[in-house]
């Protein structure tokens, strides 16, 4: 850390410390902080209106773990790669753990495909064909078996599942359906898995989603057991809607599994987290604080990105938003809680508010360099990242193949 930033840091922790907080503890929880980076926001992908290629989009699933591998290095807090089947399918799994391994980094979730084969025109763990929920849950035990062999702890299950008009099919069969399957996964997964359970209200079923909200899938976790739990896309709600009090509220139930996190504008835009609202995702991290104070669920919750970049250069995309995530958690756990809660009880909104808005109003920038020199990454991450060559570097590796976009 140069003086300047020395300085700066030792004014932040005396005014942190006067604020009664303590700063090792904070600064520890940085540095354990988790992020799970996809690996299908390494790879090409594109909108129904076009893809357009990026020189060094990563094609085989060893190139995305380089470039996850590369983002935890510039980082040093996103040591996991969520993987994707089949988009990530390969040969031998032993070997691709080794492989992770070699770079430094494990498995995270496996996200069964269960939306893009012509068999789930009318859907997959919900189809009304019995043939169809079979293939699904035929996927879903292959991807199972591949938990086992990268020793993957969740299993991440987004459903496109739903209907496109009125009357296309019953309602309530299609929510007896999806129970079935989703107890027969449960009763296929082992004791140290977890399903995690995702909602999103709409898109690509436009008019009944058969997951559609939170509601709907702590409903289904409730009715599984304690290792199904709700994850949260950002992504995923109506315009408006409280993200930080459902989150408020999986917690408090203990059935939040995950996130994925992005950020969005109109619907699921898939754009860099913290971008559009960062108030809004500094306010879910205060929530996730004041669980991990109170009832330390901290290793239940899988932190994911889910960002599929259309024009930005992903790799540094991806550095942007792990480091939008550090700084939302960092403002969240320098929240002065005593003169919060002093401020609740006094029914003292302003005061209150304002106990939240100086937090995240605070430059904790000082705070973050000292956690990277501690953690022997860069200063500034996405510099040290255009200074490293590496894109150059991927994009002459990887230039004049052909590229597979995913639908991500
Ligand atoms: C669906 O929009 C989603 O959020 C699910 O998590 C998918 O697995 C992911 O995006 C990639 O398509
Ligand atoms: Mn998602």
Same mark, same amino acid.
């Given at each position: 850390?140069?003086? &300047? ?21 904070? &600064?520890? %929880? ?29 094609? *085989?699933?060893? &190139? ?6 590369? +983002?935890?290095? #510039? ?5 996991? +790669? ?23 980094? *494990? ?9 893009? !084969?012509?068999?789930? %025109? ?22 199972? &078996?591949? #938990? ?23 309602? =309530?069969?299609?929510?007896? =359906? ?30 009944? *989603? ?5 509601? #709907? ?31 408020? *509220? ?63 250069? $992903?790799?540094?995309? #991806? ?26 009880? !006094? ?17 904790? /920038? ?7 020199? !501690? ?10 990242? =255009? /200074? ?7 994009? $002459?590796?990887?230039?004049? %193949? ?7």
């Amino acid at each position: 850390m140069n003086s &300047e930033m020395q300085g700066k840091y030792e004014r932040l922790a005396a005014t942190l410390k006067a604020r009664g907080l303590d700063v090792q503890l904070i &600064e520890g %929880r940085l540095k354990s902080q988790h992020i799970e980076t996809p690996s299908w926001g390494y790879a090409d992908s594109g909108t129904r209106f076009g893809v357009f290629p990026q020189p060094g989009a990563a094609v *085989t699933l060893s &190139e995305k773990l380089r470039d996850a591998a590369h +983002v935890h290095r #510039m980082t040093g807090i996103a040591p996991s +790669v969520a993987l994707h089947i089949p988009w990530d399918m390969v040969d031998d799994w032993q070997a691709l753990r080794q492989e992770a391994e070699g770079l430094g980094l *494990t498995i995270g979730a496996i996200n069964p495909n269960l939306f893009q !084969d012509e068999a789930y %025109r009318f859907g997959s763990l919900a189809a009304p064909d019995p043939t169809v929920r079979r293939k699904a849950l035929d996927h879903v035990a292959q991807c199972i &078996e591949i #938990m086992k062999q990268v020793d993957s702890r969740d299993l991440s299950l987004w459903l496109a599942d739903g209907t496109n008009y009125p009357g296309q099919d019953d309602l =309530r069969c299609r929510k007896r =359906r999806l129970e079935e399957s989703l107890a027969q996964i449960y009763t296929m997964l082992p004791d140290d898995k977890r399903l995690l359970v995702e909602y999103k209200f709409f898109e690509p079923a436009f008019y009944a *989603t058969d997951i559609p909200d939170w509601g #709907m899938a702590l409903l289904l976790c409730n009715k599984l057991g304690e290792r199904a739990r709700v994850l949260v896309d950002l992504g995923h709600h109506a315009q408006g809607v409280n993200i930080e009090q459902i989150v408020a *509220t999986l917690l408090d139930e203990k059935k939040l599994g995950g996130f994925h996190f992005n950020d969005r504008k109109y619907a699921d835009d898939d754009l860099t987290t913290g971008s559009i609202n960062p108030y809004e995702l500094f306010l879910v991290f205060h929530e996730l604080v004041t669980s991990e104070l109170n009832d330390d669920q901290g290793s239940q919750i899988a932190y994911m990105i889910d960002q599929t970049h259309l024009l930005k250069p $992903r790799v540094e995309a #991806m550095i942007q938003s792990v480091l939008a995530i550090q700084r939302a958690y960092a403002k969240a756990l320098i929240v002065d809680r005593e003169a919060l809660a002093a401020a609740q009880a !006094d029914g003292d909104i302003i005061a209150a508010e304002e106990c939240l808005v100086s937090a995240f109003n605070t430059d904790v /920038e000082p705070l973050l360099v000292k956690v990277r020199d !501690d953690l022997g990454v860069p200063a500034d991450p996405l510099q040290a990242h =255009r /200074e490293s060559g590496y894109q150059e570097q991927i994009a $002459r590796e990887r230039a004049g %193949r052909k590229v597979q976009p995913t639908l991500g």
